[in-house]
Every structure is written in structure tokens, then in C-alpha cells.
């Protein structure tokens, strides 16, 4: 099957612009997940999906980023304007069901530079 | 914020030989997975161990689980140049609009030829 797909793989920008991420998950994942990762560090969940609702968006950061998952499949997040401090590799994963205990795939993520 | 922390930070070892990280947490956890991470193939999941199970295999890696010290340790028997990688710790806790996987800080493993 295929992976979960995120598009572009780079980004660079001049601070002040927006930019937008989008994500594909695996077909059949009613669970979405966005996170950022910065340099040295271990992911950080930003929101998680289950299918079109946004259940938990509790650490991200609501003045500049939102995020939207029409229909329960794709996903975009945005940020807007995008800060210096945003550089970072956004993640996007997602998993079959919500509870139990299953593994997230997933995508290479979107390798963000802010200037 | 980080729940795990990874012990060593850094591990250098030779082809062949056994590497072994561990992983600290402060919350009651549902589960506990550990991920690689290199620059070819992103982020993949190695193995998951839930909170009532205390040792697990798959392949050549071994995870142990003491929830009574709320630590976890990733063994890599016989490792290879491909194990070459950062090693991330997972906790997962449920907990309806709460449920989330919280990463710790990784252990970058290097594996020489």
C-alpha cells in the first residue's frame, strides 16, 4: 500500500510569508496527525484528526497556523505569517483507528526554512 | 513538550556488536513504541509494547518495559552500517481528546563498518 504522502519535501521563504503543507495519509487512516520537529529533537504533535474533526489542537499555535482536513482525507496546515522560529520539519502521520494500540506511519515530512 | 528522555545521546559502536538505549518517562502510559529516524527513510516504527507487556521481540531487537520506573531499553543485537540511525522513544496515553504519542529526544547511533 502506499505511504503517507506530504508535499513539497522543502520550503524555503522570507519571514513574514505564508506557506502551506499538504498531506496524503493511508488510505483507509481516520487519524491524522501534524507535527514539527526542530533540529535535535523528537517530534511534537501541533493537531491530530479524527476523520474531519480536530480533536485535540492544544499546541498549535492558533494567531498564525490552522490546519483543515476536508472530507476526512487530505490535509493541509498553513502558517501565516511564517516566523524566523518556524524553521523546522513538519511531519504528517496517520493511523487506522483512534484508540488502541497501533503504530503511525509516517511521511518524509516537509523540511521548512525560514529567512 | 518531551516526555521521554533517551540514554546515551550519542552511541558510537563497531559492525556486529549490541547496542542498547534507553528511555525514561514521567507519566502512566497505555504503550510505549520506538522509532528510527535517518535521512532516507523518515520516520518508521520498530516495535510497540503495551503498558501489561514487559519484554518484547522482533528480529533483532529486544524492548524491555519496568513501568514501576517508568523506563524502557531498545536492544539491537548484531547491528550493521544500516542500523546507522536516531532512535526515538514514543509513550502513548489515551485519554479521549488527550490521546497522544509524546517523543522523547532520540539516541543518534552510529555503526561502524
Known amino acids: 500500500e502506499a505511504g503517507v504522502v506530504q508535499s513539497p519535501r522543502y520550503k524555503i521563504i522570507e519571514k513574514k510569508q505564508p506557506v502551506a503543507f499538504w498531506c496524503n495519509p493511508i488510505?483507509?487512516?481516520?487519524?491524522l496527525y501534524w507535527y514539527r520537529q526542530n533540529l535535535g529533537q523528537g517530534p511534537e504533535l501541533l493537531i491530530r484528526?479524527?476523520?474531519?474533526?480536530?480533536?485535540?489542537d492544544s499546541q498549535l499555535p492558533k494567531d498564525r497556523f490552522s490546519a483543515e482536513r476536508l472530507k476526512g482525507v487530505d490535509s493541509t496546515l498553513k502558517i501565516q505569517p511564517a516566523e524566523l522560529g518556524d524553521s523546522a520539519v513538519y511531519l504528517c502521520?496517520?493511523?487506522?483507528?483512534?484508540?488502541?494500540?497501533?503504530?503511525?506511519?509516517f511521511g518524509p515530512g516537509t523540511r521548512l526554512t525560514v529567512t | 513538550s518531551q516526555q521521554g528522555e533517551e540514554d546515551p545521546q550519542a552511541l558510537s559502536i563497531q559492525e556486529g556488536e549490541n547496542a542498547t538505549m534507553n528511555c525514561s518517562y514521567k507519566?502512566?502510559?497505555?504503550?510505549l513504541q520506538w522509532y528510527r529516524q535517518n535521512s532516507g527513510r523518515g520516520l518508521v516504527h520498530l516495535i510497540l509494547?503495551?503498558?501489561?507487556?514487559r519484554e518484547k521481540h522482533s528480529g533483532r531487537l529486544r524492548v524491555t518495559l519496568d513501568t514501576s520506573k517508568k523506563s524502557s531499553s531498545l536492544l539491537i543485537t548484531a547491528s550493521r552500517a544500516a542500523d546507522t540511525a536516531s532512535y526515538f522513544c514514543?509513550?502513548?496515553?489515551?485519554?479521549?481528546?488527550?490521546?497522544?504519542?509524546?517523543f522523547g529526544t532520540g539516541t543518534l547511533l552510529a555503526v561502524q563498518p
Open positions: 502521520a496517520s493511523k487506522r483507528l483512534a484508540g488502541g494500540s497501533y503504530e503511525q506511519y
Open positions: 488510505s483507509g487512516h481516520n487519524t
Open positions: 484528526y479524527e476523520n474531519e474533526e480536530a480533536v485535540d
Open positions: 507519566t502512566s502510559i497505555n504503550n
Open positions: 509494547i503495551r503498558s501489561n507487556e
Open positions: 514514543a509513550t502513548e496515553v489515551f485519554g479521549g481528546a488527550t490521546n497522544k504519542l509524546i
